[in-house]
């Protein structure tokens, strides 16, 4: 795909900045239209959008729409797993969850995964054996690290 001059890129970029707009004007669900399109728009030009799916996950969050928030936010971050704002918004998302559902072994799964992804291994334990509890599993030692000897 030919990525200067092209008119359809140039649309999608153009819908992407309308979708910004609608999102500061806090209409998000115009905003979410406008940002689906461009997701799919963009899959059936060929690619995938880390930024539109980044930017769908934030306006879903700011909707109280978590689970697709989440969603969202794991396609970008699959999309473009070096990006770093996807990575900061994933947190503040897997953070939300255990907020919403804290009796959800999931959700704290979740949190584990994103605190062992960010380096945070104490956070990581933590949530880990928040999971097991609410699980009925035999919550894990909490010790971060290898053990070596």
């Known amino acids: 795909m030919k990525l200067t001059n092209n008119t359809k890129l140039e649309h999608l970029m153009g819908e992407l900045r309308r979708g910004y707009g609608l999102q500061e004007e806090r209409n998000r669900e ?3 239209k406008v ?7 963009a899959r059936r030009l060929g690619f995938e959008s880390g930024f539109a799916l980044w930017n769908l996950a934030i306006v879903s969050d700011y909707a109280g ?18 990006a770093r704002p996807f990575r900061d918004s994933f ?25 062992r992804a960010a380096g ?4 990581a ?3 880990s054996a928040e999971a097991a509890a609410l699980d009925g599993a035999p919550v894990p030692f909490a010790v971060p690290g290898v053990a070596r000897g």
């Open 30 to 32: 115009e905003a979410q």
């Open 35 to 41: 940002y689906r399109g461009v997701v799919e728009e």
């Open 65 to 82: 729409e978590l689970d697709m928030a989440f969603d969202y936010i794991m396609q970008a971050i699959a999309a473009d797993p070096l």
């Open 91 to 115: 947190d503040v998302i897997a953070e939300a969850v255990t907020l919403l559902h804290p009796a959800e072994p999931a959700a704290w799964l979740c949190k584990a995964e994103a605190a």
């Open 120 to 123: 945070q291994l104490d956070v």
């Open 125 to 127: 334990a933590l949530a």
